[in-house]
């Protein structure tokens, strides 16, 4: 559990590299972070946290469904669609192989993994797929959201600081940490969309750690999402590439464990125990949405939620941010 949701006195230390890296005009003022800022953590219900991630998440998300970025992958030699993704979502973790990239992004099909990483680091280094996220990062808050980037300064601020805080904490976590270790750009938007970014794979890794907890595979992680009814199966299934084999044995193997009926549907048990893994994984990503506090987090999603409403609208999201 994170130690913001449980304790008063723990010490979350945010240290900004805005002084060395300097901010261009325009850029995030360095006001809360040009020094390192100490702040007692308060207990926070770690719904409150969820809230501010999933509002802020379409600012991250949009970028693996956006033109942009089969354009510029395309640029390093991946022209299939989706071939780019993995590699430049691992990229921050260097030239790692396929059977690492697997473990990170357990939820897909391995063969998929293997397919898209075949080779990938002989066509483009690592160092040449961040830059070409950035730019698609870029191009893509341009093109969906230009009327508000320039409002963006003091929410990219305060979501740098939340990030910050989880940089603190990154044990556990490898892709967090390999993003994590990335230069900070000096742009607003961009500023935000990698903070987010970051939330979102600090997020992300605790979620895989509460997953394999209760001992699902990638598969089995997939059906019982399913069985929550958020989002269709067909859509998980076919979006991680996974075969109907592999979907009937995941609920096979969950009818077995006494989490799903006959029909697909939750048991109580099954129920419960999905709930569980929802209740650790927002516990797990709580730290940094504490350490800034309730009333930043207020204000982060009263800044973002239009910027974020245009980008959920334009890449089909079916449920627009909170």
């Not at 075949?118 to 483009?124: E, G, H, L, S």
């Not at 797929?129 to 963006?152: G, K, N, P, Y």
């Not at 935000?192 to 595979?217: C, I, K, M, P």
């Not at 299934?237 to 029909?263: E, N």
């Amino acid at each position: 559990m994170a130690e913001a949701t449980v304790s008063n006195t723990v010490k979350c230390r945010f240290e900004s590299d805005l002084g060395h890296a300097g901010v261009s005009a325009g850029g995030v003022r360095p006001s809360r972070l040009g020094c390192i800022w100490l702040r007692e953590c308060d207990p926070m219900d770690p719904l409150i946290g969820h809230q501010t991630w999933r509002t802020l998440e379409p600012i991250h998300a949009a970028i693996y469904f956006v033109p942009e970025a089969d354009e510029e992958y395309g640029r390093l030699g991946f022209k299939r669609r989706m071939s780019g993704y993995f590699p430049s979502r691992s990229a921050p973790m260097g030239a790692v192989g396929a059977e690492v990239v697997k473990a990170t992004f357990f939820n897909f099909d391995p063969t998929f993994v293997e397919r898209s990483m075949d080779a990938a680091w002989d066509r483009a280094t690592p160092e040449q797929f961040t830059s070409a996220r950035l730019v698609v990062a870029d191009r893509m808050i341009r093109r969906l959201a230009a009327d508000t980037i320039d409002q963006l300064a003091p929410a990219a601020e305060i979501a740098r600081a939340a990030a910050m805080a989880a940089c603190e904490r990154p044990e556990g976590r490898p892709l967090f940490a390999g993003h994590a270790g990335l230069d900070w750009p000096d742009e607003p938007h961009l500023v935000l969309w990698h903070a987010q970014t970051l939330l979102r794979e600090f997020r992300g890794d605790g979620h895989l750690a509460a997953l394999t907890t209760q001992g699902l595979n990638g598969c089995e992680a997939l059906v019982s999402h399913a069985a929550a009814g958020e989002i269709p199966g067909e859509v998980l299934q076919s979006s991680r590439r996974r075969t109907d084999d592999d979907w009937a044995a995941a609920r096979d193997s969950l009818r077995s464990r006494g989490w799903l009926d006959a029909d697909g549907s939750f048991t109580a048990e099954g129920r419960q125990g999905r709930q569980w893994i929802e209740d650790r994984t927002d516990e797990l990503a709580a730290l940094p949405y504490a350490a800034i506090g309730e009333d930043a987090c207020s204000e982060l999603r009263t800044l973002c939620r239009s910027t974020s409403a245009l980008m959920a609208t334009a890449i089909g999201f079916a449920r627009r941010p909170d």
